[in-house]
């Protein structure tokens, strides 16, 4: 349609108008927002976080044209532009389609229990590849994903449903804060297929997925999948959206009755198998790995907050291009991996990443630090990104090479929704507002002692209301304790759970108390 004709559309153009708006209802939509000066995002799904370098070219031209040449990684494995224009958005719906790409249905601004959707489903990103992985899983998941997109059965289920399918022996897809995780494991007998968890959810009330200890072959996660939605979808709580999330009908049915449901429906496809996955160290593919292929390697380039500029998603695109494969693969801490590198080419091409900015040396917790764009949303009280940026630059500068001694976790959200997941990091920073001097200043509440790996915990909040510009000493202070005070090899995690509360806030005593508002 022309806006800026004066004559008036003829039937026919509006008849085709309104058959592209039913055309794309069930598979694009835009997100509300309300800070940046935007209104409207656009979250992409990227299925198991891989696309060509074609698609990142082409996403790269849309944030462009729509977003201002910004972009950002998800920890969903996704895509969001910002200030997407409403009058362009079927324009933006033409061009999301010609890439292959669909959009989340993003239902957080309808009140009520309803217009819940499958939110992307997350992988490992190193699925093919990763020498260490149980199977590929990543076709399973492309399958179930192309199940649901566009069905508009699936698209008014009591709140937005999150699962992962995954092979990787790596914790990389953090299954137990999922409401469904499919993880891949080799049965007794030698067989491989997936132990299935359910009703895991962070954000208010965070709950730890619990395993369900049975088995299934790889061919019936769709029906599973399908199953357990259906069952959410005619089942689930709808009186108060607050309650509405899986994590609570799961609550209330109890892991017996909602394991018998799904073997009464499933028939004997359903094995009982207590199994416990025996994941590797680490949560994230850090740095350069081997691949399965022999010759090969990938690299996994550390993007703090998942922050892109069209330049450089199409630098990004062509590396690719020119040292590995034509496709590049997001991963959950919002990185970008390189796969199919050939191995005798990795240090000049670590020569050009570091005119990029990508430094593949130093600390692990580079890779494995996540910040929501609390400033987008309208729900934080600052930039967290910024903020994040600002203590690692800090934590740099006062610790220098000790910083190597850190595996750890640092996840900064804006609110209590948890979208950087601060609830199950080592150190958890979630937004909140001080009062210093009879003024209301940002702040933050800090939880410590949390982890997704090995057995997964929830971390403690130790301290409310500290003002953001101390929040870089009290986590100095914190992590100079640990690295002066742990006994042998242990993790920062199992040293926090040797101290109480009170004992732990005494190691930030260099903060200046602030009165929550």
Known sequence: MNHESDEAPSLSMLSEYTDEIERFADRYALGYERGEGSNQFLRVKIPNGILSTKQLRDLAEMAQTYGRGYAEITTRQDIQLHWIDAEKALEAFRDLERVGFTTDKCGQAYPGARYGDVRNIVGCPAAGIDRDEIFDASPILMKVTEFFVGKRT????????KMSISGCKRN????????????????????IGFTLSAGGGI??????????DIFIEPE?????????????????????????????????????????????????????????????????????????????????????????????MLSLAEIAERYGWPEVRLTCFQNLILPGINDNELLQLKKELKVLGFDLEGPSYKWTTVACPANFCGKGVENTKTRTLEIMKYLESKMGDRLHDLRLTLSTSGCPNSCARHVIADVGLQGTVVRRDGETVPGYNIYLGGGPAGNPSIGRIVKVGVAAEQVKDYLLNILSAYLNRRVGCESFRDFCRRYSIEELDSMGLQIVEGEVN
């Open 154 to 161: 699936y698209q008014d289920l009591p709140r937005k449903f």
């Open 172 to 191: 990389c897809t953090l299954p137990h804060i999922q409401d469904l995780a499919f993880i891949g494991v080799k049965n007794y007998d030698g067989r």
């Open 203 to 212: 954000g208010a009330e965070p709950k730890l997925a619990e395993p369900l």
């Open 220 to 312: 019936d996660a769709l029906e599973v999948a399908r199953t357990v939605v259906e069952l959410y979808r005619d089942y689930g709580p709808r009186i108060y959206k607050a309650k509405a999330r899986f994590k609570y009908m799961f609550e209330s049915w109890g892991r017996t009755k909602f394991t018998a449901y799904l073997k009464e429906r499933l028939g004997g496809r359903i094995e009982d198998l207590k199994v416990e996955p025996n994941f590797l160290e680490g949560v994230e593919h850090v740095g350069v790995n081997r691949q399965k292929q022999d010759g090969k390697i990938y690299v996994t380039l550390p993007i703090l907050g998942g922050i892109l500029s069209t330049a450089l």
